[in-house]
C-alpha cells in the first residue's frame, strides 16, 4: 500500500532533482486537466506539502481521472510522445478533447525547478511505495516527469515556450514527419509504432529546412533545442557525427545556441539521445568556431597594430631625419648670411682706411685705427 514518504524517502527522491534533462515537453489544451497559457504553467489544485491526501491526488492524475482537481503536470522527455498526444487531440481523438486551441511546450528544467520541483514518476511512484507491478508498472512511466507547482515566463527569463500544433502543422509538418498522419485512439501502441516507422527514415536537406521554419514558432531561446529535437526523430549514422554537427549549425545557424553545458546521460528513448548528441556536437562545434575565429581576430588585430607601431616608427625616423636636415640647412643659411654680413663690414672697413690714408693729415690718425678695428672684428666673424 502507498504510504507518505519518509524524511529519508524524501532526501532521495529530492536528489533525483539534479538528474532531469535540459528540455521537457507537453502538449495541452484547454481540456487538459493542468493549465497553461504563453506565460504561465500549473495545476488545477494548489500544490501542498505530501501528504496522505497526495497519494489520492497522485494515483488519479496517473489513471487520467477527473475525480480530484491535480497538483501536478506532466511532462515528457521525448518531443515523440508529445507530439502523438498533440495529434491525437488536435484530430479530435482524445475522449475529453474538442480538438481546438493545442499546444506543444517546451521547458528549460534548468530554470523551471527555481520556481517548482520536478520529479522523474518512477521516482515519485517509489517514494510513495506505489507498487511495481500492474498499472504504475515502472516501464509505462519511464519518459514522464511531474512538475509540482506554477511555473511562469517572466521579463527576461523565458523558463518555457510554446506553439500551437496548427502552426506546426501549416508549415508541412506532415510533409516532413510522415509517420504522424492518420492518428487513432490508441496512445501508447501508437508511440512504438510511429517510432518504428522514423527509425527506417532519413531527414533530407528541404526536410531539415522545414524542420528550421517549423522552429521558428517558438521563442528565440527555444528554437534550436526544437529544432534538434525535432530531427532527432530521424536515424542517422552514427559515424558521421562531425559532418552532421556542420551540416546542422549551418541550417540552424540564425537559431541561438543554449548557455548551459549539456551532459549527455541515459535516456530512455533512442530520439532523446540522439537530440543531446546533437545539440552537444552543434554546441561543440559554434564554440570551437567562435574560439578560432576570435583567436584570428586577435591575431589579425595584433598584426595590424604592430604594423601601424613599426609604421610610426618609420615615420618618427623619417621626420627627424626631416628635422635634422632642416636644422642643418637652417644653419649652413645662418653661417652663410653671417659670413655675408662679415665681408660687407671688411669691404667698409677697407673703404674708410683708404679714405683716412688719402687724407694723410693729424686727424686721419684716428680713423685709420678704428678702420683697422673694424677690419679685425669682420675678419673674426668670417673665421
Not at 536528489?15 to 484547454?30: G, K, N
Not at 487538459?32 to 497526495?54: Q, V, W
Not at 527506417?200 to 514558432?217: D, E, F, K, P, S
Amino acid at each position: 500500500m502507498p504510504t507518505v514518504p519518509s524524511h529519508l524517502d524524501r532526501l532521495v527522491l529530492e536528489s533525483t532533482l539534479h538528474d532531469l534533462p535540459p528540455y521537457l515537453f507537453r502538449c495541452f489544451s484547454d481540456a487538459s486537466a493542468s493549465s497553461g497559457s504563453r506565460t504561465s504553467i500549473g495545476p488545477r489544485a494548489l500544490p501542498k506539502r505530501f501528504d496522505s491526501h497526495t497519494i489520492e491526488v497522485l494515483s488519479c492524475h496517473l489513471r487520467w481521472g477527473r475525480e480530484l482537481d491535480s497538483e501536478f503536470v506532466s511532462w515528457t522527455e521525448s518531443i515523440l510522445v508529445a507530439l502523438v498526444h498533440a495529434i491525437r487531440r488536435k484530430e479530435g481523438m482524445a475522449r475529453d478533447d474538442p480538438g481546438t486551441g493545442v499546444y506543444l511546450a517546451i521547458l528549460d528544467t534548468k530554470l523551471a525547478i527555481q520556481q517548482a520541483p520536478i520529479y522523474h514518476t518512477g521516482a515519485i511512484l517509489d517514494a510513495f511505495g506505489f507498487s511495481k507491478e500492474g498499472y504504475f508498472k515502472r516501464d509505462k512511466f519511464s519518459s514522464e516527469f511531474l512538475s509540482h507547482g506554477w511555473i511562469t515566463n517572466e521579463p527576461g527569463v523565458q523558463r518555457f515556450g510554446l506553439a500551437a500544433i496548427e502552426e506546426l502543422l501549416h508549415r508541412h509538418f506532415y510533409r516532413v514527419f510522415e509517420p504522424f498522419q492518420n492518428p487513432d485512439r490508441r496512445l501508447w501502441q501508437r508511440m512504438d509504432e510511429v517510432r518504428q516507422k522514423f527509425s527506417h527514415q532519413v531527414v533530407t536537406h528541404t526536410g531539415l529546412h522545414n524542420i528550421a521554419h517549423m522552429a521558428r514558432c517558438f521563442d528565440l531561446t527555444f528554437r534550436l533545442p526544437i529544432a534538434l529535437a525535432l530531427t532527432a526523430l530521424f536515424s542517422y549514422d552514427g559515424s558521421s557525427r562531425k559532418g552532421r554537427a556542420a551540416i546542422l549549425s549551418e541550417i540552424f545557424k540564425d537559431m541561438v545556441t543554449p548557455p548551459c553545458i549539456i551532459s549527455v546521460g541515459y535516456y530512455h528513448t533512442d530520439e532523446v539521445e540522439r537530440c543531446y548528441n546533437m545539440l552537444s556536437a552543434v554546441r561543440y562545434l559554434r564554440f570551437v568556431t567562435r574560439h578560432i575565429a576570435t583567436t584570428r581576430y586577435n591575431e589579425t588585430l595584433s598584426a595590424a597594430q604592430h604594423h601601424e607601431k613599426l609604421n610610426n616608427n618609420s615615420d618618427w625616423r623619417t621626420n627627424k631625419a626631416i628635422e635634422t636636415k632642416v636644422a642643418q640647412t637652417s644653419s649652413s643659411h645662418a653661417r652663410d648670411v653671417k659670413e655675408s654680413e662679415a665681408r660687407q663690414e671688411a669691404a667698409s672697413a677697407y673703404e674708410d682706411l683708404a679714405s683716412a690714408f688719402e687724407k694723410r693729415s693729424p686727424e686721419s690718425f684716428k680713423d685709420i685705427t678704428s678702420g683697422y678695428r673694424k677690419l679685425a672684428l669682420a675678419y673674426r666673424k668670417m673665421a
